[in-house]
């Protein structure tokens, strides 16, 4: 049904209500879709930048809190963001300090929706609404995933503007609906109008959903309350409401998890009723500022949301300390066991393009410990330890567990809609794994070989343990220049791991063909070289998968 008929239209019927609502639904379905292609579309384009604003993490408050509002203004959801921080802090690569100015940030991050929702009161909306044919067939016709992502992004912007078409039509009717707007009239008090704000955000867990369906109320002349500041009331709840995500993911997690969530709440608590009080002060204030400010009432509420995030930032940023203490005063420090993984968590699976960076964190981690585990199997066999082994095995379980959760993080997030680029990295990651865990099975074969010479009473010379040192040396380098690759994306280092590579084989070569003289002229035990030989064959082994590593780096597209 039409709804200019059902606006021309004096009285509605049951099955007209049932149309309008059907259509404002319909109208908020489209919205948030919208959002979320948009969001994706310009994640996925800023995916590299999105990865070194978290990578970085500053001392300072004024940059914390421009990367939370860099990061929400992509995501457009401060919840999300917070969420990630809490993830941040759980796996303990963040500290609250840093998280308390990111939170804040966010806040300011998230006003950008209320903004592209307030120009519906201009002109563009004709326009903007065809953004999403033109959006379609950019995807269409394409041959370059980051055009087909652009169009994907300008696709995502018109649905936005078309969801706010459909909802301000369904307004529209509802305003001349005098028992609608009875009834919307009917709420006058300002403590129910924030409950209401902040119970619909916790329902729908989204601030910018219920705050974009309050601008297109006050486009369609939907009058909340008596008018005056009822509706920014409402605005104060919905900040109170979307820290509800937040605690839900909190739950389960670290100390300083659990406290990440909870200055988020506060600092939404606070600030919400720090306005409350003004605004009850001055009943006039909304009449007196925005209303005499700013001509269209969906720019007056944007623009209130926009004032109060940035205000409380202002006021509250050189207090992060009294919020960090007040949150180890509500949450008490526990005994807490210490997490298997480092770096991985679910709360980034939301933000793939982090999610695979953590990832890839973890699975260098994996390999650090499978390195560090190699290297004292190599001392345990020249001190002939065999003790040290157990403390291998130890560190080699604890990387096979990690594996495993990596292994399973990965799956989850190729599930996901992700870039090809980032498909591409995580295949990779899957190889790097298993060339680690290969690294640590040598680790163990080094440990056996240990157990053997001490079993079978074998000695070996001072001149070959220093050319074993040498050998191992230059895995060591290897190791490096094969991190180095991964972390910096570098192809230098790629080549300068060739050429290592090339050293080592050369080592083995000369240090086999030595211990065959040595044998020869009679100067070595003849029971040495099953020992000797699996070795410094073992040894190779280990640089060929470190350079394997090395070479995974071809497949993240830096060329």
Same mark, same amino acid.
């Given at each position: #049904?039409?709804?200019?008929?059902?606006?021309?239209?004096?009285?509605?019927?049951?099955?007209?209500?049932?149309?309008?609502?059907?259509?404002?639904?319909?109208?908020?379905?489209?919205?948030?879709?919208?959002?979320?292609?948009?969001?994706?579309?310009?994640?996925?384009?800023?995916?590299?930048?999105?990865?070194? +604003?978290?990578?970085?993490?500053?001392?300072?408050?004024?940059?914390?809190?421009?990367?939370?509002?860099?990061? /929400?203004?992509?995501?457009?959801?401060?919840?999300?963001?917070?969420?990630?921080?809490?993830?941040?802090?759980?796996?303990?690569?963040?500290?609250?300090?840093?998280?308390?100015?990111?939170?804040?940030?966010?806040?300011?991050?998230? /006003?950008?929706?209320?903004?592209?929702?307030?120009?519906? !009161?201009?002109?563009? =909306?004709?326009?903007?609404?065809?953004?999403?044919?033109?959006?379609?067939? #950019?995807?269409?016709?394409?041959?370059?995933?980051?055009?087909?992502? +652009?169009?994907?992004?300008?696709?995502?912007?018109? @649905?936005?503007?078309?969801?706010?078409?459909?909802?301000?039509?369904?307004?529209?009717?509802?305003?001349? !609906?005098?028992?609608?707007?009875?009834?919307?009239?009917?709420?006058?008090?300002?403590?129910?109008?924030?409950?209401?704000?902040?119970?619909?955000?916790?329902?729908?867990?989204?601030?910018?959903?219920?705050?974009?369906?309050?601008?297109?109320?006050? &486009?369609?002349?939907?009058?909340?309350?008596?008018?005056?500041?009822?509706?920014?009331?409402?605005?104060?709840?919905?900040?109170?409401?979307?820290?509800?995500?937040?605690?839900?993911?909190?739950?389960?997690?670290?100390? *300083?998890?659990?406290?990440?969530?909870?200055? %988020?709440?506060?600092?939404?608590?606070? &600030?919400?009723?720090?306005?409350?009080?003004?605004?009850?002060?001055?009943?006039?204030? *909304?009449?007196?500022?925005? #209303?005499?400010?700013?001509?269209?009432?969906?720019?007056?509420?944007?623009?209130?949301?926009? +004032?109060?995030?940035?205000?409380?930032? $202002?006021?509250?940023?050189?207090? /992060?300390?009294?919020?960090?203490?007040?949150?180890?005063?509500?949450?008490?420090?526990?005994?807490?066991?210490?997490?298997?993984?480092?770096?991985?968590?679910?709360?980034?699976?939301?933000?793939?393009?982090?999610?695979?960076?953590?990832?890839?964190?973890?699975?260098?981690?994996?390999?650090?410990?499978?390195? &560090?585990?190699?290297?004292?199997?190599?001392?345990?066999?020249?001190? =002939?330890?065999?003790?040290?082994?157990?403390?291998?095995?130890?560190?080699?379980?604890?990387?096979?567990?990690?594996?495993?959760?990596?292994?399973?993080?990965?799956?989850?997030?190729?599930? @996901? !809609?992700?870039?090809?680029?980032?498909?591409?990295?995580?295949?990779?990651?899957?190889?790097?794994?298993?060339?680690?865990?290969?690294?640590?099975?040598?680790?163990?074969?080094?440990?056996?070989?240990?157990?053997?010479?001490?079993? %079978?009473?074998?000695?070996?010379?001072?001149? +070959?343990?220093?050319?074993?040192?040498?050998?191992?040396?230059?895995?060591?380098?290897?190791?490096?220049?094969?991190?180095?690759?991964?972390?910096?994306? !570098?192809?230098?280092?790629?080549?300068?791991?060739?050429?290592?590579?090339?050293?080592?084989?050369?080592?083995?070569?000369?240090?086999?063909?030595? %211990?065959?003289?040595?044998?020869?002229?009679?100067?070595? *035990?003849?029971?040495?070289?099953?020992?000797?030989?699996?070795?410094?064959?073992?040894?190779?082994?280990? $640089?060929?998968?470190? /350079?394997?590593?090395?070479?995974?780096?071809?497949?993240?597209?830096?060329?």
């Amino acid at each position: #049904m039409n709804l200019s008929i059902i606006l021309a239209n004096a009285s509605m019927s049951g099955l007209d209500y049932f149309y309008t609502v059907i259509s404002m639904l319909a109208g908020t379905g489209a919205f948030l879709f919208g959002c979320k292609v948009l969001s994706d579309g310009i994640e996925s384009l800023a995916n590299s930048k999105l990865k070194s +604003v978290f990578n970085k993490a500053a001392k300072s408050k004024l940059a914390n809190m421009g990367m939370g509002a860099f990061v /929400t203004s992509i995501i457009q959801s401060s919840a999300a963001t917070t969420v990630m921080v809490v993830g941040f802090v759980n796996a303990g690569i963040m500290s609250l300090y840093q998280a308390t100015a990111i939170i804040m940030g966010a806040n300011i991050g998230t /006003t950008i929706t209320a903004q592209i929702v307030a120009l519906q !009161s201009f002109d563009i =909306v004709k326009i903007a609404m065809s953004l999403t044919i033109v959006g379609v067939f #950019m995807n269409m016709l394409a041959k370059s995933d980051r055009m087909k992502t +652009v169009g994907n992004t300008l696709a995502g912007l018109g @649905m936005i503007f078309l969801g706010l078409e459909f909802m301000s039509d369904a307004m529209k009717v509802f305003r001349s !609906s005098p028992v609608i707007t009875d009834l919307l009239q009917k709420i006058n008090n300002p403590f129910l109008l924030l409950f209401l704000g902040a119970a619909i955000t916790a329902l729908v867990q989204s601030s910018s959903a219920v705050t974009s369906i309050i601008i297109s109320m006050a &486009g369609a002349g939907l009058v909340i309350g008596s008018g005056g500041n009822s509706v920014l009331y409402v605005v104060l709840g919905t900040n109170i409401g979307t820290c509800i995500t937040a605690m839900l993911s909190a739950v389960g997690a670290s100390k *300083n998890a659990r406290r990440a969530a909870t200055i %988020h709440l506060m600092f939404n608590v606070f &600030g919400s009723l720090l306005f409350m009080i003004v605004l009850l002060c001055i009943p006039k204030f *909304n009449e007196l500022t925005f #209303m005499k400010w700013f001509a269209y009432p969906t720019t007056q509420i944007a623009m209130f949301h926009t +004032v109060f995030n940035v205000v409380c930032t $202002a006021l509250f940023l050189p207090m /992060t300390k009294v919020f960090v203490k007040l949150s180890t005063l509500i949450v008490k420090d526990v005994e807490e066991q210490k997490a298997t993984a480092t770096y991985i968590d679910r709360r980034f699976l939301k933000t793939p393009a982090v999610a695979v960076e953590q990832a890839g964190k973890e699975v260098r981690a994996i390999a650090d410990m499978c390195m &560090g585990a190699m290297k004292k199997a190599f001392e345990g066999f020249l001190a =002939v330890d065999e003790k040290i082994s157990v403390e291998i095995d130890d560190t080699l379980l604890v990387a096979e567990d990690k594996s495993k959760r990596v292994v399973e993080y990965l799956i989850e997030l190729s599930g @996901m !809609s992700i870039s090809q680029k980032d498909e591409k990295i995580i295949a990779s990651l899957h190889s790097q794994i298993g060339d680690a865990l290969r690294i640590g099975e040598i680790a163990e074969n080094l440990c056996k070989y240990t157990r053997s010479t001490k079993k %079978h009473g074998l000695v070996f010379g001072n001149e +070959v343990k220093e050319d074993l040192k040498k050998m191992f040396g230059e895995i060591e380098s290897l190791y490096v220049e094969a991190i180095k690759a991964l972390e910096e994306k !570098s192809l230098i280092a790629v080549k300068r791991a060739d050429r290592i590579e090339e050293n080592i084989d050369a080592y083995r070569k000369r240090l086999v063909d030595a %211990h065959i003289k040595r044998l020869n002229d009679g100067i070595c *035990n003849p029971s040495n070289s099953a020992v000797f030989i699996n070795l410094v064959g073992n040894l190779e082994r280990a $640089a060929d998968h470190l /350079t394997f590593i090395a070479h995974s780096v071809e497949s993240y597209d830096i060329i």
